[in-house]
């Protein structure tokens, strides 16, 4: 009677894809910018509406863009974390301060200190159209060749800098802190 | 000093399980009855152990000691000591320890009531038991123990995840794991037969209350967790079809046709080695849930534990107990011989269509689930399998299924006068007919075909499964129901209800996503929403901001929603806390979606018809189970001979059978 054995061999045969199912990279869907050269731009300086900054400042670097704003709470949750970044991981973090009141914005930067090299002004939002932006906090790791090498939606936390972001900085620079690319300073 | 106390009772839990394992099983096969005997005490000395173990791990819990890995991992002073509680079962170590105390507690039951089975048959159903038990406890000590120290203990902990922070979804756990772990008896009522190589009728009435009540608790977990990821996902929707949600269905879906099969082979004595075959699966599918959702192999929207090592012993385990048992199967299963026939038009012929509907339902789940894992292991690449194929394979086998229910539910066994049935459904069949065509267009004004045909069907099981009902009650019609009789129209009547729910609720809901800026006003689904600001607002362990909508039907206002997006301090994850106004007829969800800027919000509004008869469905249907179980015969044991006569009485002199 061989149909008796038929639910064991059905099974046997599920049992051996499970198990190459568990050395499987388990897949993601990339944001369509990952992998894109980084928009460029340029936006009055938040501290200095006179002078400019935009990404001929970060050119040839490994950097973050990172988008906040005062009137997002997980702004101000990510906020002492990118504090400790900017002190420690030798990767320089600019902002783009969106659709933002300055006082406020400056305030802000006062109280709780302030993580960026700079932070452009983005009062129109024109520039997060571009970056694809579609809600604050977000995070952009580009690289020396000015591509986006990865974006991360959402407060940024240790453990999703050492999981998403670590690997691909050491994979860009080689080692840690990421020196700056040649003709730099 | 407690959670060594708790790492202690596990080992010797474990040492009693693998006792139970060992020695009744070989004491059945060699007729030594001392051995035999240990069957009952090792199963009682389990539970105590076990239920210690998760005593001193919920004390840990309870008096914040974050020495301990798992507390510090998944508790914060700050947390409700509700959640603290609940944080037993939020993690990965802790779902197992309560996996296996859920174990010990069924297993208590069956050595309680096996009593009156006989020695042999009890024994082997224990051992195997105990297989299962030794193995998941062996799992937990060897590759997650939940007591581990931590060197040093941080000051304070790490939160429980805020996805999990919520009334619903500290039942939700425990519901479907008494539920999964409970179709483990069944698996081995099953092995236990096959071992004997004989499957009597007393063994079906025997086992039939161990699924239907596992069965009740897996529908209320089910459904318990739809509503969870339906108001806090914030999504709006209620079921994704995603890989840990199809975990718990499966199981659901095969227990459901076991439940069904059994009641054949109770009174038919047919079905034998299908039933046997579905006992296996269902318990197998229920452990291959635990291995998608805590290996890692499938992503999924709410995948809380990856781990291949962990994977891997699962694995080994599900090749183990499933594994062997269906090898015992493919040797045994020719030795089980039914015992008479049946017409076209009788209930066993109703009773198989919806085994193979049901089957071939679970089969289209679990090859959807499975699939993107078979594709990427063939080096096809990564896709994922959505919505679309789930909804039209599972409606397929189910549009029959539960068509064919209004009149399985009136057919009697062996063969029914086609005359008797016709004379009955006729009216509830036109009735179903003309009011599914007709309401649902004076109601809203639209329809399609696949909106009338799930109308129709679902006010057909309901009539269908009323018509006995109300004839008792309004006292005609002959001999009254019997309690199973009544738990097989009521559970009937929950489908019915849950089908209608279904039906109008993803035809007939309105859905908007908006930006909107404060003093904005708009219209959905025949309210007026006006936004009215937002606020900051401090929850014991989040910050939130916290919208205020007014909404007004017809210029009245029917209430006042307030959703809010919460970020929790320790895990920092942002969290959408959707904002509902449910009742009977509708609900009007709205939910707080990303800042937009400025004061402009992403905001997400539906307004669901009759989805509350989701979850009523749900309940109704696992009312009807509870009435099923409790039925008199699974208290008399053995049956009495008489009552064994009455079910062999020809169907036409008792047109309305139990099943």
């Keep these: 009677?061989?149909?008796?054995?038929?639910?064991?061999?059905?099974?046997?045969?599920?049992?051996?894809?499970?198990?190459?199912?568990?050395?499987?990279?388990?897949?993601?869907?990339?944001?369509?910018?990952?992998?894109?050269?980084?928009?460029?731009?340029?936006?009055?300086?938040?501290?200095?509406?006179?002078?400019?900054?935009?990404?001929?400042?970060?050119?040839?670097?490994?950097?973050?863009?990172?988008?906040?704003?005062?009137?997002?709470?997980?702004?101000?949750?990510?906020?002492?974390?990118?504090?400790?970044?900017?002190?420690?991981?030798?990767?320089?973090?600019?902002?783009?301060?969106?659709?933002?009141?300055?006082?406020k914005a400056l305030e802000w930067l006062d109280t709780l200190g302030d993580p960026?090299?700079?932070?452009?002004?983005?009062?129109?939002?024109d520039v997060a159209i571009d970056w694809g932006v579609y809600g604050a906090p977000e995070t952009f790791l580009i690289g020396r060749d000015g591509t986006i090498l990865h974006k991360h939606i959402a407060p940024l936390t240790p453990e999703i800098w050492r999981r998403d972001f670590l690997p691909k900085i050491a994979e860009e620079c080689g080692s840690l802190p990421c020196p700056l690319a040649e003709g730099e300073e | 000093m407690i959670p060594e106390f708790g790492h202690f009772a596990l080992i010797l839990a474990l040492c009693l399980a693998l006792a139970q394992a060992v020695l009744p099983l070989a004491g059945a096969a060699r007729g030594n009855a001392h051995w035999m005997a240990l069957a009952r005490p090792a199963a009682a000395g389990q539970f105590v152990f076990c239920a210690t173990a998760f005593a001193a791990l919920a004390y840990a819990f309870l008096t914040d000691?974050?020495?301990?890995?798992?507390?510090?991992?998944?508790?914060?002073?700050?947390?409700?000591?509700?959640?603290?509680?609940?944080?037993?079962?939020?993690?990965?170590?802790?779902?197992?320890?309560?996996?296996?105390?859920?174990?010990?507690?069924?297993?208590?039951?069956?050595?309680?009531?096996?009593?009156?089975?006989?020695?042999?048959?009890?024994?082997?159903?224990?051992?195997?038991?105990?297989?299962?038990?030794?193995?998941?406890?062996?799992?937990?000590?060897?590759?997650s123990n939940p007591f581990d120290r931590l060197a040093a203990?941080?000051?304070?902990?790490?939160?429980?995840?805020?996805?999990?922070?919520?009334?619903?979804?500290?039942?939700?756990?425990?519901?479907?794991?008494?539920?999964y772990v409970g179709l483990a008896v069944p698996f081995a009522f099953a092995v236990a037969a096959l071992l004997a190589g004989q499957l009597t009728k007393d063994w079906a009435r025997w086992t039939r209350p161990?699924?239907?009540?596992?069965?009740i608790f897996l529908t209320l977990g089910i459904a318990l967790g739809s509503w969870w990821a339906y108001y806090e996902l914030g999504w709006g929707g209620w079921w994704f079809w995603d890989p840990v949600e199809n975990a718990s269905f499966m199981p659901w879906l095969v227990a459901t046709a076991l439940m069904h099969s059994l009641a054949v082979t109770e009174r038919r004595g047919l079905f034998k080695s299908w039933t046997i075959l579905l006992a296996i699966a269902a318990f197998s599918l229920s452990f291959l849930g635990t291995f998608l959702t805590r290996s890692g192999v499938l992503i999924s929207v709410h995948a809380f534990a990856a781990d291949p090592a962990r994977g891997l012993f699962i694995l080994m385990l599900l090749a183990l107990i499933s594994g062997g048992a269906l090898a015992l199967y493919a040797a045994k299963a020719k030795d089980l011989t039914a015992d008479g026939g049946f017409r076209l038009l009788s209930r066993e012929s109703f009773l198989l269509a919806n085994n193979i509907l049901l089957t071939i339902a679970a089969a289209a789940v679990l090859f959807g689930t499975i699939y993107p894992l078979f594709l990427d292991a063939l080096g096809f690449g990564q896709i994922s399998v959505g919505p679309p194929y789930f909804n039209t394979?599972?409606?397929?086998?189910?549009?029959?299924?539960?068509?064919?229910?209004?009149?399985?539910?009136?057919?009697?066994?062996?063969?029914?006068?086609?005359h008797l049935?016709?004379?009955?459904?006729?009216?509830?069949?036109?009735?179903?007919?003309?009011?599914?065509?007709?309401?649902?267009?004076?109601?809203?004004?639209?329809?399609?075909?696949?909106?009338?045909?799930?109308?129709?069907?679902?006010?057909?099981?309901?009539?269908?499964?009323?018509?006995?009902?109300?004839?008792?009650?309004?006292?005609?019609?002959?001999?009254p129901l019997t309690r199973a009789q009544w738990g097989m129209?009521?559970?009937?009547?929950?489908?019915?209800?849950?089908?209608?729910?279904?039906?109008?609720?993803?035809?007939?809901?309105?859905?908007?996503?908006?930006?909107?800026?404060?003093?904005?006003?708009?219209?959905?689904?025949?309210?007026?929403?006006?936004?009215?600001?937002?606020?900051?607002?401090?929850?014991?362990?989040?910050?939130?901001?916290?919208?205020?909508?007014?909404?007004?039907?017809?210029?009245?206002?029917?209430?006042?929603?307030?959703?809010?997006?919460?970020?929790?301090?320790?895990?920092?994850?942002?969290?959408?806390?959707?904002?509902?106004?449910?009742?009977?007829?509708?609900?009007?969800?709205?939910?707080?979606?990303?800042?937009?800027?400025?004061?402009?919000?992403?905001?997400?509004?539906?307004?669901?018809?009759?989805?509350?008869?989701?979850?009523?469905?749900?309940?109704?249907?696992?009312?009807?189970?509870?009435?099923?179980?409790?039925?008199?015969?699974?208290?008399?044991?053995?049956?009495?001979?008489?009552?064994r006569i009455e079910a062999e009485v020809p169907a036409a002199a008792r047109p309305v059978e139990g099943s």
Aim: glycine share 10%; proline share 6%; with cysteine.
């Design chain 1, 1 to 103: 009677m061989w149909r008796y054995v038929i639910p064991v061999a059905v099974f046997a045969v599920l049992a051996v894809f499970l198990y190459r199912g568990l050395y499987l990279n388990p897949g993601y869907i990339p944001s369509p910018l990952v992998g894109k050269p980084a928009p460029e731009f340029s936006l009055p300086d938040l501290e200095n509406l006179d002078r400019q900054v935009g990404s001929r400042d970060y050119e040839g670097q490994v950097a973050l863009l990172n988008v906040w704003a005062t009137w997002c709470v997980g702004c101000r949750q990510e906020h002492p974390f990118l504090v400790e970044l900017a002190r420690s991981s030798g990767v320089p973090i600019y902002g783009l301060n969106w659709k933002d009141d300055r006082d």
């Design chain 1, 116 to 125: 960026y090299v700079a932070s452009a002004f983005d009062v129109e939002g």
């Design chain 2, 65 to 143: 000691d974050f020495s301990v890995r798992f507390v510090a991992l998944n508790s914060n002073t700050a947390l409700p000591a509700f959640y603290k509680f609940a944080a037993v079962w939020g993690g990965h170590e802790g779902s197992l320890l309560f996996w296996s105390t859920v174990l010990a507690i069924w297993t208590l039951a069956v050595a309680w009531t096996g009593r009156a089975q006989p020695q042999e048959f009890s024994s082997r159903v224990l051992g195997v038991l105990g297989i299962v038990s030794a193995g998941v406890l062996l799992f937990t000590l060897l590759t």
């Design chain 2, 153 to 179: 203990a941080p000051v304070d902990g790490n939160d429980l995840n805020p996805l999990l922070q919520d009334p619903a979804m500290v039942l939700h756990p425990p519901m479907l794991y008494i539920g």
């Design chain 2, 210 to 215: 161990w699924v239907s009540g596992p069965w």
């Design chain 2, 393 to 418: 394979m599972f409606l397929v086998p189910m549009l029959p299924l539960a068509a064919l229910l209004g009149i399985g539910m009136h057919a009697a066994w062996r063969n029914t006068p086609r």
């Design chain 2, 421 to 479: 049935l016709l004379d009955k459904l006729k009216w509830p069949a036109i009735f179903a007919a003309a009011a599914g065509v007709v309401v649902p267009w004076l109601v809203f004004g639209t329809t399609s075909v696949l909106t009338v045909l799930g109308i129709v069907i679902a006010l057909w099981i309901v009539v269908t499964a009323l018509i006995e009902p109300v004839r008792k009650l309004v006292g005609r019609g002959g001999a």
């Design chain 2, 489 to 643: 129209f009521v559970a009937h009547l929950g489908v019915g209800l849950f089908i209608l729910g279904a039906t109008v609720t993803s035809a007939y809901d309105a859905e908007l996503d908006h930006a909107a800026t404060p003093g904005e006003q708009w219209e959905a689904g025949g309210y007026e929403f006006t936004f009215v600001g937002t606020r900051n607002v401090e929850g014991p362990n989040y910050t939130a901001v916290e919208g205020e909508f007014e909404v007004r039907r017809n210029g009245e206002l029917v209430t006042v929603m307030r959703p809010q997006q919460r970020v929790y301090r320790v895990q920092q994850s942002p969290m959408t806390e959707a904002a509902i106004d449910a009742a009977l007829h509708r609900d009007v969800f709205v939910a707080l979606g990303q800042s937009l800027g400025g004061d402009a919000w992403s905001v997400r509004v539906r307004v669901k018809p009759l989805i509350s008869l989701l979850w009523l469905g749900a309940v109704v249907m696992a009312f009807g189970g509870l009435l099923g179980v409790t039925d008199r015969r699974y208290r008399s044991q053995p049956a009495p001979r008489a009552e």
